[in-house]
């Protein structure tokens, strides 16, 4: 017996451990690196050509491999940031009128919910039974059985979630939503706060910034500021216009999208796409303003 079991031990690593399988965990380890050397670029117009390219791939990858963790990860990280920089910000400061503004904002929200869904599997291969069903009836117990490890999971599930729900024709109708993309936010942030640079906190300063009865408080939304500024050593463009976007005084909102302008992001190597769209946003913001 403990023969034959270690007959089907071996057979089953074999399997595992195929050429093919192997060939294709190189590759998804390579297109998990691409996505940070985007990161890591300073010409997000060499970034929109090359990126549709790398996430079709991804796409084709998974087709092969559905469960593959970096493969999902990369598709939940990569389709967030695509939709970010060059579609939803594009539909608030470079769209030439309604119609197309409202297209951009639609093909973002389409792949908002593509990379969100590619996420919340991730979450479910990696833990079985925390599913969007499970998360959403009660967030906090759902998420419990997360670690460390998860941390990138549940940071990008979040954002997609996040800036889904903002593009909403209807947001108010999808309040309750809130609560599972906060607790994730959250949860993260207990598990690693410091993750990359403080991230966290920049997202968390927009759902800290809603209204107090939609949970929110400006202290908190400070708060989250203030940390995300000292993990970023001042260098967060994205959290000065986050907490812009909270502020009812025109005059405060300005004196942050200054800031987040004066930003020099010449020595910045970690998200440096993200704040350099971030201060692209800022700057059409201030124009916008005049």
């Not at 117990?141 to 940071?155: E, F, I, K, M």
């Not at 889904?164 to 999808?174: C, V």
Request: charged fraction near 20%.
């Amino acid at each position: 017996m403990h023969l034959r079991w270690s007959v089907v031990c071996a057979a089953l690593c074999l399997a595992a451990c195929s050429p093919k399988q192997m060939a294709l965990n190189r590759m998804a380890a390579a297109l998990a690196d691409s996505s940070s050397v985007y990161e890591r670029d300073n010409d997000p117009e060499f970034v929109r050509l090359a990126a549709p390219s790398t996430l079709k791939t991804v796409e084709m990858l998974l087709s092969q491999s559905p469960d593959q963790p970096q493969l999902l990860l990369t598709a939940c990280s990569g389709f967030t940031q695509y939709a970010y920089a060059f579609l939803h910000v594009e539909a608030e400061v470079k769209a030439p009128d309604a119609a197309t503004a409202q297209d951009l904002k639609t093909r973002a929200t389409q792949m908002y919910q593509r990379a969100r869904g590619y996420c919340l599997h991730g979450l479910e291969v990696r833990h079985r039974g925390l599913t969007l069903s499970a998360i959403t009836a009660d967030p906090s117990a759902a998420l419990q059985r997360t670690t460390v490890q998860d941390v990138p999971w549940l940071y990008w599930t979040a954002a997609a979630w996040g800036a889904d729900i903002s593009l909403s024709p209807t947001p108010l109708l999808r309040i309750a939503e809130v609560a599972s993309v906060r607790a994730m936010l959250n949860r993260a942030k207990a598990l690693d706060e410091d993750w990359e640079s403080g991230a966290i906190h920049e997202a968390l300063i927009a759902f800290d910034g809603l209204p107090p009865m939609l949970g929110g408080s400006p202290a908190s939304a400070r708060a989250d500021f203030d940390r995300a500024m000292e993990l970023s050593g001042r260098k967060s463009v994205f959290a000065f216009v986050a907490l812009a976007s909270t502020m009812t005084d025109p005059a405060e909102k300005k004196k942050l999208l200054e800031q987040a302008v004066e930003v020099d992001l010449s020595t910045v190597t970690s998200r440096r796409l993200t704040n350099l769209i971030a201060q692209r946003y800022a700057r059409a913001l201030l124009s916008a303003s005049r």
